[in-house]
Nanobody
Framework: QVQLVESGGGLVQAGGSLRLSCAASGRTFSTYIMGWFRQAPGKEREFVAAISRWSGGSKDYADGVKGRFTISRDNAKNTVYLQMNSLKPEDTAVYYC??????????????WGQGTQVTVSS
């Protein structure tokens, strides 16, 4: 099992940047595919980004964040990051970190963090 703790959320003006971090417990972090999801008020949780296990050579992004968000991982620190640039008010949501060993699919995540709030003001 792995436990996930997100940090780095906050209030930012439109056009600004934030970097979210997700610290994972355990000694097998590098074996997990890591993802970021978000849930806005009144909406379903949606996929944001994912990074492959080991070196993180494969990445995937939701269409709405491509070119603005970057996912990365540091296995030595058991941490995955989400760099968010050019933020828009529609990016406002609770952002969740997730992990899986089952495969590359948005419905395959087994472990979830508690979430961190991101609010983008116009």
């Amino acid at each position: 099992q792995v436990q996930l703790v997100e940090s780095g959320g906050g209030l930012v003006q439109a056009g600004g940047s934030l970097r979210l971090s997700c610290a994972a417990s355990g000694r097998t972090f590098s074996t997990y595919i890591m993802g970021w999801f978000r849930q806005a008020p009144g909406k379903e949780r949606e996929f944001v980004a994912a990074i492959s296990r080991w070196s993180g050579g494969s990445k995937d992004y939701a269409d709405g964040v491509k070119g603005r968000f970057t996912i990365s991982r540091d296995n030595a620190k058991n941490t995955v990051y989400l760099q968010m640039n050019s933020l828009k008010p529609e990016d406002t949501a609770v952002y969740y970190c997730a992990a899986t060993t089952r495969g590359w699919g948005t419905d395959l995540y087994d472990y979830w963090g508690q979430g961190t709030q991101v609010t983008v003001s116009s």
